[in-house]
Nanobody
């Protein structure tokens, strides 16, 4: 089993868009609720979006109208579409399970390298 691998980050100007991808080695997206996390400079890592086993989603308020989490189980890939990006979205973005949302386990303890998103003019 290989770790999750994030990609798709980069530098964009405010108002632009990015789509992040999270690749897995197996069909974990049909087994666990999954989420996108981010850690901004000087801030703690936070869960910004998650998707349940039935496909329902939720977001923190600051991204609710701008970000969309989705998955393609057949491709073992999860996505985060980020529109209307703001400087405060600047962070390293990670994917991982989100089982803690349902009280099924602890917060993730093992993280990949993440992908850097920088929003500035």
């Amino acid at each position: 089993q290989l770790p999750l691998v994030e990609s798709g980050g980069g530098w964009v100007q405010p108002g632009e868009s990015l789509r992040l991808s999270c690749a897995a080695s197996g069909s974990i997206f049909s087994i666990y609720p999954m989420g996108w996390y981010r850690q901004a400079p000087g801030k703690q890592r936070e869960l910004v979006a998650y998707i349940s086993l039935d496909g329902s989603t939720d977001y923190i308020d600051s991204v609710k109208d701008r970000f969309t989490i989705s998955r393609d189980n057949a491709k073992n890939t999860m996505y985060l579409q980020m529109n209307s990006l703001k400087p405060e979205d600047t962070a390293v973005y990670y994917c991982n399970d989100a089982i803690q949302v349902y009280g099924l386990g602890p917060l993730p303890q093992h993280w990949g390298q993440g992908t850097q998103v920088t929003v500035s003019s």
